[in-house]
C-alpha cells in the first residue's frame, strides 16, 4: 500500500512557497483546469506540456521531490500494467505511453493541492467558487460540509488502511503460501473490517456532533483576497489552455 503515500488527501505540508500563499479559489481553479486537460489529452506533445507544467508546479510549492518520488514508485506496477495492457490490445505505442502518464500527472497535481492548501482554506475555497449555485437551489452548504469532513478524515482512513495491510502481511508471512480461496476470503474480511472502521468512526463523528448540538452553520469566506500570485496561477491554467488550443 506504498501508494497510498502519494495521496495524503486533508493533510498540509507548509513550506511557505509561492503556491501555499495563493488563494485556494485560483488553487482549485487551477487544478481543475489541468485535470480536464490531461483527461482530454491524447498525444504526446500535450504529455511534455502536463509534464512540463507540474514541474513548475512543483517547483513552486517547494515540495520534497523525494516525497512524492516515493509514492511514484508504489505506483510503478500499475502503470506498468497499463502500458503493457494498451500496447497488446490496442497495438498503440502512443497510447501505451500517454495513459499512464495522465494518470501519474493527475495524481501529482492532486496531491499538491492537498498538501498546498489546509482542509478548512480549501472547504472555504469550494464554499466561493459553489455559491452562485445556491440561486438553483444547490445545496452548497451541506456539500461544503461532506467534502469538509472527508478532507479531515481521509488521512486517518489511509493510515487504517496500510495499518490492516501490515498486519494481514505478516500473518500471511507466519502462515506461509495459501490457496486462492483462501486468498480471497482473508480479503474479504480485509473489506469488512474497514467497512465497519469507516462506519464506527461516522457513528462517532455523528454523535459528537448531536452532543454539541451542531448547527451545520457554513463558515464564511469574507477573509479570502485575490492577489498578484492567484493571477499568476489563473494565467498559467489559461495560458495551458491557449497552448492546447493552437497546438
Known amino acids: 500500500m506504498q501508494w497510498l503515500r502519494l495521496m495524503p488527501f486533508g493533510s498540509f505540508m507548509n513550506t511557505g512557497s509561492f503556491v501555499h500563499k495563493a488563494d485556494p479559489r485560483a488553487k482549485l481553479i487551477f487544478s481543475a483546469t489541468y485535470l480536464i ?5 491524447d498525444g504526446l506533445r500535450d504529455i511534455l506540456i502536463l509534464a512540463a507544467s507540474s514541474f513548475v508546479l512543483i517547483l513552486l510549492s517547494k515540495l520534497p521531490v523525494a516525497y512524492l518520488w516515493g509514492g511514484l514508485q508504489g505506483l510503478l506496477p500499475i502503470l506498468f500494467v497499463l502500458f503493457v495492457y494498451h500496447l497488446l490490445f490496442n497495438h498503440s505505442l502512443t497510447q501505451a505511453i500517454v495513459i499512464p502518464c495522465k494518470l501519474a500527472f493527475m495524481i501529482v497535481t492532486t496531491t499538491t493541492l492537498t498538501l498546498t492548501t489546509s482542509p478548512r482554506m480549501l472547504t472555504q475555497g469550494l464554499a466561493a467558487i459553489l455559491h452562485p449555485l445556491r440561486y438553483f437551489r444547490f445545496p452548497v452548504r451541506k456539500f461544503v ?11 486517518l482512513l489511509i493510515e487504517e488502511i496500510d495499518m490492516m495491510f501490515k498486519s494481514a502481511q505478516i500473518k500471511n508471512a507466519r502462515s ?3 490457496s486462492l480461496r483462501t486468498t480471497l476470503q482473508r480479503r474479504l474480511n480485509m473489506f469488512l473490517a474497514l467497512l ?5 468512526r461516522a457513528d462517532q463523528l455523528a454523535f459528537a456532533m448531536e452532543a454539541r448540538c451542531f448547527p451545520g452553520v457554513e463558515r464564511r469566506a469574507d477573509s479570502l483576497r485575490m492577489g498578484w500570485r492567484d493571477a499568476v496561477l489563473i494565467g498559467f491554467a489559461l495560458t495551458l489552455v491557449l497552448i492546447r488550443i493552437f497546438i
Open 196 to 200: 465497519y472502521a469507516v462506519f464506527r
Open 145 to 155: 460540509l461532506m467534502c469538509s469532513l472527508a478532507f479531515r478524515f481521509m488521512p
Open 37 to 41: 486537460l490531461a483527461a482530454t489529452s
Open 176 to 178: 506461509g503460501s495459501a
